[in-house]
């Protein structure tokens, strides 16, 4: 399983960013997808989930109402939708895969077993 996360960049306080993430070497539409990321000098938190058709999702109360994530099945890609960015969601992101298929989305790491090489993004302010 191969995931390649893209759309990281630089971008003032108020902007916003599109990730993604594609994934390969897995059925794609069977699993549940999630960001979590990782600050400087902080442990890797949990950001967002979606679950594997796309009609249930979970977010950590910091990026409620500012994140959105969505998925599109027929390419095998997740999105993570950034609007109004803070200096504090400064972190590399990560896209991950469920474990188990036909789950709802779950926030926690442990769930997780194929993870993207991360995406760097920067709020400047």
């Known amino acids: 399983v191969q995931l390649q996360a893209s759309g990281g960049g630089l971008v003032q306080a108020g902007g916003s960013l599109r990730l993604s993430c594609a994934a390969s070497?897995?059925?794609?539409?069977?699993?549940?997808m999630g960001w979590f990321r990782q600050a400087p000098g902080k442990e890797r938190e949990f950001v967002a989930a979606?679950?594997?058709?796309?009609?249930?999702?979970v977010y950590a109360d910091s990026v409620k109402g500012r994140f959105t994530i969505s998925r599109d099945n027929a390419r095998g890609t997740v999105y993570l939708q950034m609007n109004s960015l803070k200096p504090e969601d400064t972190a590399v992101y990560y896209c991950?895969?469920?474990?188990?298929?036909?789950?709802?989305?779950?926030?926690?790491?442990?769930?997780?077993?194929?993870w993207g090489q991360g995406t760097q993004v920067t709020v400047s302010s």
């Open positions: 070497g897995r059925t794609f539409s069977s699993y549940a």
């Open positions: 979606i679950n594997w058709a796309g009609g249930g999702t």
């Open positions: 991950a895969t469920e474990r188990a298929p036909w789950t709802q989305p779950r926030t926690t790491q442990d769930r997780y077993d194929y």
